[in-house]
């Protein structure tokens, strides 16, 4: 049967888009009025280094919660030894306040500081005192130095810059959104092999590029050591005669 580009038959269901604003409570989960199609996952969740790095990835079976995302978490990182000094979230907010709740943050606050990636923080509300305070991602007032540096432009003049790309998620997720497609009529083992494999194939290529600019980066400072050498040994000559 063939069917247009959003067209669905009556007992298929709508197509879901998450217009859900990530400093707000998810909402609660819909039952299925029917049973015509087979359940899916509500999302797949990764972690990922900034450089591009991935890390890990889950699936979440009916909500992205806060309560999943700190059990996802805590699988990742099991021991305070292995958790990151920084871990970027859309929600990081809602992530903090349940941690504080539930009483994890009591062991997160020793390791670890959770801040709002740089594209969804512009969309926070500002009257979110602990969203403003505690993850801003880009902190002027001293309390994360770390986060944020001094760069000068081609004129010399100075500006605060991220010393870190916090939309690494975000970019991955872009790349992954040209398999949905395939992804979608998968079966639950075809998709944790594809995905998985997908994931494996983009982190041996983002390693690849970096080793080719550090490489480069080599190269090229060494090239200018040669002509520094090569500069000093001209110059000891001229004196020499």
Not at 66 to 89: D, G, K, Q
Not at 127 to 142: H, I, Q, S, V
């Amino acid at each position: 049967m063939l069917q247009r580009p959003g067209e669905r038959l009556p007992w298929e269901p709508a197509a879901q888009s998450n217009t859900q604003p990530h400093d707000e409570p998810m909402p609660e989960v819909q039952r299925k009025s029917n049973y015509f199609t087979p359940n899916r996952f509500y999302c797949t969740e990764t972690i990922c280094a900034p450089c591009g790095v991935v890390i890990a990835w889950a699936k979440f079976a009916r909500a992205e919660s806060p309560t999943n995302i700190l059990e996802f978490l805590a699988s990742v990182y099991p021991t305070e030894e292995s958790r990151p000094a920084y871990i970027c979230i859309d929600k990081a907010c809602l992530v903090m306040h349940t941690s504080v709740i539930n009483g994890s943050w009591e062991t997160w606050k020793k390791t670890s500081r959770l801040i709002v990636d740089t594209y969804h923080y512009i969309t926070h509300s500002i009257d979110d005192y602990l969203c403003k305070k505690w993850c801003n991602p880009a902190p002027l007032d001293g309390s994360a130095p770390n986060l944020v540096i001094v760069v000068h432009d081609k004129d010399g003049n100075p500006y605060y810059k991220c010393a870190f790309n916090t939309q690494a998620c975000e970019q991955l997720n872009a790349w992954l959104g040209g398999f949905e497609s395939m992804l979608r009529k998968m079966t639950q083992g075809n998709f944790d092999w594809f995905l998985h494999a997908m994931l494996f194939y983009h982190t041996q290529k983002v390693i690849e590029r970096q080793q080719k600019s550090s490489s480069q980066k080599g190269s090229s400072d060494g090239d200018s050591d040669d002509s520094d050498s090569d500069d000093s040994d001209s110059d000891g000559s001229e004196q020499e005669f």
